[in-house]
Nanobody, 120 residues
Framework: QVQLVESGGGLVQAGGSLRLSCAAS?????MGWFRQTSGKEREFVAA????????YYAESVKGRFTISRDNAKNTVSLQMNRVKPEDTAIYYC????????????????WGQGTQVTVSS
């Protein structure tokens, strides 16, 4: 069983930056971030392979968001730069068998989410 706990959400102005973190317990998995707004399905944001060799990003965040991990601390982070109002959502940390599978929406474990609000 894997437990995922997100932190770092909050309110940020458009054009600013925010960093989300996720602390994981248990064995090492591929990790990723998803987001969801009210009335919409959860969507993939970014994923990183088990040892950080491969990363995947949604087109909407490429060039602005960066996913990274520290396996010594069992954490994964999402650096969000040049944020836009449309980035407002609840962001969920996820773990799964492979980063590519995460990019297809196939996660085995989920965190409880952290709210990110971008003001215009």
């Amino acid at each position: 069983q894997v437990q995922l706990v997100e932190s770092g959400g909050g309110l940020v102005q458009a054009g600013g930056s925010l960093r989300l973190s996720c602390a994981a317990s248990g064995r090492t998995y591929a990790m990723g971030w998803f987001r969801q707004t009210s009335g919409k399905e959860r969507e993939f944001v970014a994923a990183i392979s088990r040892y950080g060799g491969s990363t995947y990003y949604a087109e909407s965040v490429k060039g602005r968001f960066t996913i990274s991990r520290d396996n010594a601390k069992n954490t994964v982070s999402l650096q969000m730069n040049r944020v836009k109002p449309e980035d407002t959502a609840i962001y969920y940390c996820a773990a799964g068998a492979a980063a590519q599978l995460l990019s297809y929406g196939r996660a085995d474990y989920w965190g409880q989410g952290t709210q990110v609000t971008v003001s215009s």
